[in-house]
């Protein structure tokens, strides 16, 4: 039970409770307009269940590193964002309510995607398989409650103590990704016993993830822009797409898989994917490479 004190127990708390807290900066209207005019939310989740895992394919093709290594490129690419890119998006000041859609949207259709995913890996790079299966009843549940009902909550608040919840928002800036980095560094190096990585696997693994999260960025952002949204979607959808669920990944690996070495993989992934897309984010917004839209799309 220590062994996954983070992952089971303090993780989806500390999510709950950043979701709620981004929450605060939302309106009504703010998650009304992204189904009312949902191109935004089609493109990036297009972005994200194709481009990207084509992107990590490509890449695996590419290079010349163990397989199990590969398998585990895909599963990262395999995964929906999660909370990471949600806080992200919220201390840029983009589309809060497009990222937690789309993170809430595509925690759902990686149900399905996960497992064929997975399934094609498998067979491509170690001409192995194995039947995996994500507990669906629960992995809705845990979206509700992670991502729906909390910023539901902060948007109650925010609209019955509107001054309280102006108040918290330059605080909450600081204490939320500080929170969130505290609870990943314990389901990284604590839960998962990642000392056994040397520095040599991690030195493999590393450009080759940094070249996934930089591409997938880079890509999104390319596509949001050539479909004219505006330009906090833009930025947004970069964000979203760039950024994955390290923290599910390990989870499919390690646990479902039974596989430490695929585990490495967004081992390292989850060591730099914050620092380097809030870098990416923050450069598409304060460098001006985006000119400024008149669509009006959400």
């Known amino acids: 039970m220590m062994q996954s004190l983070f992952s089971e127990y303090f993780l989806p708390v500390t999510l709950a409770i950043i979701t709620l807290g981004m929450g605060l900066s939302l309106t009504d209207k703010d998650f009304r307009n992204i189904f009312l005019q949902p191109k935004a939310v089609i493109i990036g989740l297009c972005s994200q269940m194709i481009l990207l895992p084509l ?21 990262i690419a395999a995964c929906p964002g999660g909370a990471t890119s949600n806080l992200i998006t919220y201390l840029l000041r ?13 925690s759902v259709l990686t149900l399905i995607t996960i497992p064929l995913v997975i399934h094609f890996s498998l067979k491509a790079f170690i001409h192995e398989d194995a039947a995996i299966q994500l507990p669906v009843g629960m992995t809705i549940i845990k979206v509700l409650l992670i991502t729906i009902v909390p910023a539901f909550v902060g948007t109650r608040i925010r609209k019955n103590f509107p001054d309280f919840s102006m108040k918290l928002e330059r605080p909450l800036r600081v204490v939320l990704p500080l929170l969130l980095m505290v609870i990943y560094a314990g389901v990284i190096f604590i839960d998962q016993g990642t000392g056994a990585a040397t520095r040599s696997d991690f030195m493999e693994i590393f450009p080759h993830t940094l070249m996934l999260n930089i591409l997938a960025m880079v890509s999104g952002f390319l596509v ?61 917004k304060k460098l001006g490479w985006v000119p400024k839209a008149n669509g009006k799309d959400t």
Request: charged content about 10%.
């Open 55 to 75: 992107i990590a394919w490509l890449i695996a093709r590419s290079i010349d590193i163990d397989p199990i290594f590969k398998v585990g490129l895909m599963i």
């Open 94 to 106: 983009g589309n809060v309510a497009l990222s937690i859609s789309m993170t809430a949207l595509n």
């Open 224 to 284: 949001a822009r050539v479909f004219r949204l505006r330009v906090i979607n833009q930025f947004t959808i970069s964000i979203e797409v760039g950024l994955q669920n390290s923290a599910l990944a390990i989870f499919v690996a390690a646990s479902l898989l039974d596989s430490n070495d695929m585990a490495l993989v967004p081992v390292v992934y989850g060591s730099f994917s914050f620092f380097s897309t809030l870098l990416f984010g923050w450069s598409v």
